[in-house]
Nanobody, 115 residues
């Protein structure tokens, strides 16, 4: 399974970004998806996750109500919408595919929130 992340960049506080994680080499619906981030000088942390069907999601308290994860299994793509961004959201964001014994990570995409 290959993961290709896109959508990061520089955004002003209060702005929005949409990250994508496109997969190839296997069927996306076989995998639950995790969304993680790592800020400078900090450990990687979980932001959200979505079940393989897309019917169940969970969010870290720090992003609840601002971030949303969704998936289109037909398009083999997971989407991550980020709204009301703050400088504290600055980090490298990663998608992660988990299924059975498999655990795949994307290359990460940089999100910088700054005025």
């Amino acid at each position: 399974l290959q993961l290709v992340e896109s959508g990061g960049g520089l955004v002003q506080p209060g702005g929005s970004l949409r990250l994508s994680c496109a997969t190839s080499g296997s069927t996306l619906e076989e995998y639950a998806t995790g969304w993680h981030r790592q800020a400078p000088g900090k450990e990687r942390e979980a932001v959200a996750c979505i079940s393989s069907s897309g019917r169940s999601t969970n969010y870290a308290d720090s992003v609840k109500g601002r971030f949303a994860i969704s998936r289109d299994n037909a398009e083999n793509t997971v989407y991550r919408q980020m709204n009301s961004l703050t400088p504290e959201d600055t980090a490298v964001y990663y998608c992660r595919m988990m299924g059975g014994w498999s655990d795949y990570w994307g290359q990460g995409t940089q999100v910088t929130v700054s005025s």
